[in-house]
């Protein structure tokens, strides 16, 4: 695997907030709490793992993807497998009914997804074991999104400053209505934490998070 998809300085017009004690903070917070959490998690993982095995036993539990972190660089985020194996291969045929703008691609009834991966999806459960992808360092409780190579491809010198910090497993625009939300909005929402990103901020975050994946529309 190359070790960065970037091949150029990324323009920095927007200045990261990166104080030490914050930046130390953070990271001895994501080791914590995911290690914690992976180790409380684990009997929930086992059973997704087994469900997801009684509908396909051919499959794997755990699907690895290709990712962009920070300045690019390239790593394996994983994921409970809620897609069918050829997933990739039937997303050329299904490119016309992108619901998303920019380089995102996403429906809403998206029919590459199982009937396991439907509810692990709509709880979230699916991104749990990027708890490992936190404990790595690859990643943070709290960030944008890591995007796919393909993705990056596209971004214009605004956009791939979405890469200036560590991506996380949640965001602003994961507490504030992401279905609904364009992907030049999605942006702006990424480089506003970046610049002002704070340790109550990053807890607000999480806590919202929480408030979403109990159901609270409001909580956004």
Sequence with gaps: MEKSIINHKISKKIKPYESFFYLLWKRTFDFIASFVGLVILSPLFFIVALLIKIENPKDKVIF???RCGKNGELF????????VTNAEDLLVNLQEFNEMDGPVFKIKN?????KVGKFIRKTSIDELPQLFNILKGDMSFVGPRPPIPSEVEQYNQY???RLLVK???TCIW???GRNTIGFDEWVEMDLQYIENRNLILDLKLIFKTFKVLLGDETAS
């Design 167 to 169: 991506p996380g497993l």
């Design 110 to 114: 998206d029919p590459r997804i199982t």
């Design 64 to 66: 690895a993807q290709t």
């Design 174 to 176: 994961q507490v504030s």
């Design 76 to 83: 394996s985020m994983y994921k409970f497998r809620s897609m």
């Design 159 to 161: 956009q791939i400053q």
